[in-house]
Nanobody
Framework: QVQLVESGGGLVQAGGSLRLSCAAS????????MGWYHQAPGKERELVAT???????NYADSVKGRFTISRDNAKNTVYLQMNSLKTEDTAVYYC??????????????????WGQGTQVTVST
């Protein structure tokens, strides 16, 4: 079993900053790509940013230059620093991790895991 626990959401004024964290725990052999997605009311879940185990990053165009994704492999934790927040960033933010589990290297396999979501609300 693998769990992803998110923290750091909340209410902030436009132009402000928030930092989200997501810690993975459980029977983990390794974690490949980790990422953040968001889902606004009435809309589909969308990619915000991803980061590989080698720290290669990818961002949605809407957040480039404002958000920074990072990770601490030793802590199995991914972060999302959100600066210059806009009202359109309001959404539930979900952590995602592609986790390798299994009882041995020959029996290892990757599965997709999601956090429970954390609300980010940006007010005017």
């Amino acid at each position: 079993q693998v769990q992803l626990v998110e923290s750091g959401g909340g209410l902030v004024q436009a132009g402000g900053s928030l930092r989200l964290s997501c810690a993975a725990s459980g029977s983990i052999r390794s974690i490949n790509t980790m990422g953040w997605y968001h889902q606004a009311p009435g809309k589909e879940r969308e990619l915000v940013a991803t980061i590989t185990s080698g720290h290669l990053t990818n961002y949605a165009d809407s957040v480039k230059g404002r958000f920074t994704i990072s990770r601490d492999n030793a802590k199995n934790t991914v972060y999302l620093q959100m600066n210059s927040l806009k009202t359109e960033d309001t959404a539930v933010y979900y952590c995602n991790a592609k986790v390798v589990t299994g009882t041995s290297p020959l029996r290892a396999y990757e599965s997709d895991y999601w956090g429970q979501g954390t609300q980010v609300t940006v007010s005017t």
